[in-house]
């Protein structure tokens, strides 16, 4: 078994661009982060030029956030704005180093899509996902080369949260995993090397607690009980503002694959599925303090 660590860096093949598969807010967030730290053009596509524009809209607003704050320089944010671009086509793949996913969290879904990019890339170029923990050697199985296939596991918000989980298959090569964790490196993030297994290490921990949060409410108790108690307890967010900053439905769909793949000690919560399917806001992060419950919350 391949030990959970990181090969030796001289193995590491340079990144000189990246591609994005998706123009979400997580998408978002990465294309960010890897033309702010890498300096290198990134492309991220959507499946039409109305999604695509709508995430580059966001991370122009994210480059704007960050100059006016001066987190960057006027120039840097101007660098930023032109090494991000978003594209309803594919073929900007073509002469891309890395590609990362971050689509929808189905294993159907991020299979075709691996299919397709396959076809277009170099046969030089990484793949990696995003995935929070579903299989990263069935994402691999129909893939001509999963070899190149390596996860690397970003958190909310990606700009700011220092963790990466860099997660390796029994096919994953050694240049792969090394440059997997050469860039987390580059875009000085703390990298934890996790083998193939359902949910890998943190979201295993994360999703039993934010079940456990949610079934405390299916067992009768208030939410906002359970959201106070915890949050007096000093965790950096209360835990329902946590789960509307993962996203609600991201949560539910953790939470069931949790529940698939590990069986009852992770429940998949009756009030997690009500609030996922619920459009409305769950936690006020703008109220006084630390934010409150939005009232419709409070009323489930
Ligand atoms: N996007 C970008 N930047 C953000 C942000 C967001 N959504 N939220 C906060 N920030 C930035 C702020 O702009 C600020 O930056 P600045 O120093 O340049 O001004 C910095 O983060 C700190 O923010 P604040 O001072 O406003 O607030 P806090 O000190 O309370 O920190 C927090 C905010 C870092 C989000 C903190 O509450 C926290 O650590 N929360 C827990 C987050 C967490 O557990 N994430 C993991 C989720 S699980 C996951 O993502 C896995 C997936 O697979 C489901």
């Known amino acids: 078994k391949r030990p959970e660590g990181a090969p030796s860096p001289g193995l590491a093949k340079d990144v000189g661009k990246v ?8 998408a978002g967030q990465i294309a960010l982060m890897f033309a702010r730290r890498l300096e ?24 704007d956030k960050l100059a006016s704050k001066g ?19 594919k073929s900007v793949y073509a002469d891309c180093d890395l590609v990362i996913e971050a ?9 075709a899509v691996f299919a397709e990019v396959e076809s277009i ?12 923990g579903l299989s990263i050697t069935a994402m691999g199985s129909q893939l001509k080369h999963p070899e190149r296939l390596v996860g690397m596991h970003f958190f909310n918000p990606v700009a700011v949260m220092p963790l990466v989980e860099v997660i390796a298959t029994e096919k994953t090569d050694d240049e792969t995993l090394a440059t997997a964790y050469a860039v987390a490196k580059k875009l000085k993030k703390t990298a934890v090397g996790s083998a193939d297994r359902p949910a ?48 609600l439905q991201v949560s539910w769909h953790l939470c069931q694959h949790l529940n698939e793949d590990l069986g009852p000690r992770f429940p998949a919560s009756e009030n997690l599925r009500r609030l996922a399917e619920a459009d409305f806001p769950v936690f006020d992060a703008s109220a006084k303090g630390r934010g409150k419950l939005t009232d419709e919350a409070k009323a489930l």
């Open 200 to 247: 890998f290490i943190v979201n295993r921990l994360l999703g039993r607690m934010l079940a456990e949060v949610t079934g405390v409410v299916d067992a009768g108790t208030p939410i906002e009980t359970a959201d106070v108690a915890l949050d007096e307890l000093g965790l950096p967010m209360r835990p329902f503002a946590l789960l509307e900053l993962v996203g």
């Open 103 to 111: 689509v929808f969290e189905e294993l159907k879904v991020k299979q």
């Open 40 to 63: 290198v053009p990134v492309v991220m596509t959507d499946l039409d030029a109305e999604r695509a524009e709508r995430g580059l809209a966001y991370v122009r607003s994210e480059i």
């Open 19 to 26: 591609g994005v598969v998706g123009a979400g807010l997580m």
């Open 71 to 89: 987190r960057v320089s006027k120039l840097k944010a101007a660098k930023l704005r032109a090494l991000v671009s978003a594209s309803a086509d």
């Open 121 to 132: 890339i170099s046969p030089e170029c990484l793949l990696v996902t995003n995935t929070s």
